[in-house]
């Protein structure tokens, strides 16, 4: 375990994801998720974590790798059409990580995914919190809907408001 990241992780305080994403980002974000999904037969979900649990500390977790957990965790994967789509925020490290369920995958390439993941982070730099994210659900949306364009049928399996643990 790597001492100085460990420390990082542990002496962030709780409020400060609030302050980072406070109710009314939340809300953007979940309105903007909500709306998108209005174009796409895809499922969004957006997870924002402040500091990783001490068991993904102790086990080294890269980003992805808490990325991959939440996103069997949250059963993102389970929608009818293998359409889930996880974009998670790691705020103490700046990382951002998507990872889309295997329906999406077959048509979306990674490299699309990544460039929004890494637009994302030169947002957060920023500190652009709320812009990035929203630019990135945007972004998002838009490649759902050239691959998975909304149909007749539309349910909506996840839930729109992030997740902010």
């Avoid at 389970?78 to 889309?100: C, F, K, M």
Wanted: hydrophobic share 50%; proline share 4%.
């Amino acid at each position: 375990m790597k001492l100085i990241r460990c420390l990082r992780h542990l002496l962030l305080p709780d409020w400060w994801l609030r302050r980072v994403f406070s109710a009314a980002d939340q809300a953007a974000i979940g309105a903007a998720i909500a709306a998108g999904e209005q174009t796409h037969r895809g499922e969004l979900r957006f997870v924002a974590e402040g500091s990783l649990p001490l068991s993904a500390l102790w086990r080294e977790l890269s980003a992805r790798e808490r990325a991959i957990e939440l996103f069997a965790a949250l059963r993102v994967w389970d929608t009818a059409e293998n359409s889930g789509i996880l974009i998670y925020v790691q705020l103490v490290e700046h990382r951002v990580e998507i990872l889309a369920d295997r329906g999406i995958a077959a048509r979306v390439p990674q490299f699309e995914w990544d460039a929004i993941c890494r637009e994302m982070e030169a947002s957060f730099h920023d500190a652009r919190w709320r812009d990035g994210a929203l630019q990135a659900v945007a972004r998002a949306g838009a490649l759902l809907a050239g691959h998975f364009p909304a149909g007749a049928s539309n349910p909506n399996e996840l839930p729109d408001q992030p997740l902010v643990l």
